[in-house]
T-cell receptor, first 115, second 116 residues
Framework: GAVVSQHPSWVICKSGTSVKIECRSL??????MFWYRQFPKQSLMLMAT?????????EQGVEKDKFLINHASLTLSTLTVTSAHPEDSSFYIC???????????FGEGSWLTVV | GENVEQHPSTLSVQEGDSAVIKCTYS??????FPWYKQELGKRPQLIID?????GEKKDQRIAVTLNKTAKHFSLHITETQPEDSAVYFC???????????????FGKGTLLTVNP
């Protein structure tokens, strides 16, 4: 089946620094990828829709200048958390769907800890 | 936009009993309803899904029912086992502009505990 890979799985960074998370579709082309954030014991909250070759569409309340999304190719989307603060510590997870259907495939997720 | 409500938030059952989790959705354009199982710190795993042209689907101990008129869908797990313990999320998708990609909205999740 389709595989979506996410890297890194774990990252610890200092306050004020930036962190980049990559999401790759390994065996299919994804014109659209999605980025979610999940706090402990909570649901997955959609942050933004990443569109290949164009600007991402952000959900209400998500700061686009803080969470930079780049979807430069059909197999790679990146999320950069800029000027990270401890409250940004969370589980970030991406997903992608094939054009042919709407089955959603998730990456492994990335645990971000800002100290 | 879509709004998905999920109940209950926690569910505790004895091993061998059945578990039922219910969801409602708001957008009549939604046409695909997956259920995910998520263990702590891991990605959601698709366990079963149903499309809007089907009323019921079963896969061994797991079944899903869909009532399009009422905008309800439910997950049924029979003969529960301790390894079924996890957080379960329902979701509803509707097509983005152009119809070739889909936006997924999750319910808040149900923590299922199966006691041995």
């Amino acid at each position: 089946g389709a595989v979506v890979s996410q890297h890194p799985s774990w990252v610890i960074c200092k306050s004020g620094t930036s962190v980049k998370i990559e999401c790759r579709s390994l065996d299919f082309q994804a014109t659209t990828m999605f980025w979610y954030r999940q706090f402990p014991k909570q649901s997955l909250m959609l942050m933004a829709t990443s569109n290949e070759g164009s600007k991402a569409t952000y959900e209400q309340g998500v700061e686009k200048d803080k969470f930079l999304i780049n979807h430069a190719s059909l197999t790679l989307s990146t999320l950069t958390v800029t000027s990270a603060h401890p409250e940004d510590s969370s589980f970030y997870i991406c997903s992608a769907s094939r054009d042919a259907g709407n089955t959603i495939y998730f990456g492994e997720g990335s645990w971000l800890t800002v100290v | 936009g879509e709004n998905v409500e999920q109940h209950p938030s926690t569910l505790s059952v004895q091993e061998g009993d059945s578990a039922v989790i219910k969801c409602t959705y708001s957008d009549s354009a939604s046409n695909y309803f997956p259920w995910y199982k998520q263990e702590l710190g891991k990605r959601p795993q698709l366990i079963i899904d149903i499309r809007s042209n089907v009323g019921e689907k079963k896969d061994q101990r797991i079944a899903v029912t869909l009532n399009k008129t009422a905008k309800h869908f439910s997950l049924h797990i029979t003969e529960t086992q301790p390894e079924d313990s996890a957080v379960y999320f329902c979701a509803a998708t509707y097509p983005l502009r152009g119809g070739s990609n889909y936006k997924l909205t999750f319910g808040k999740g149900t923590l299922l505990t199966v006691n041995p």
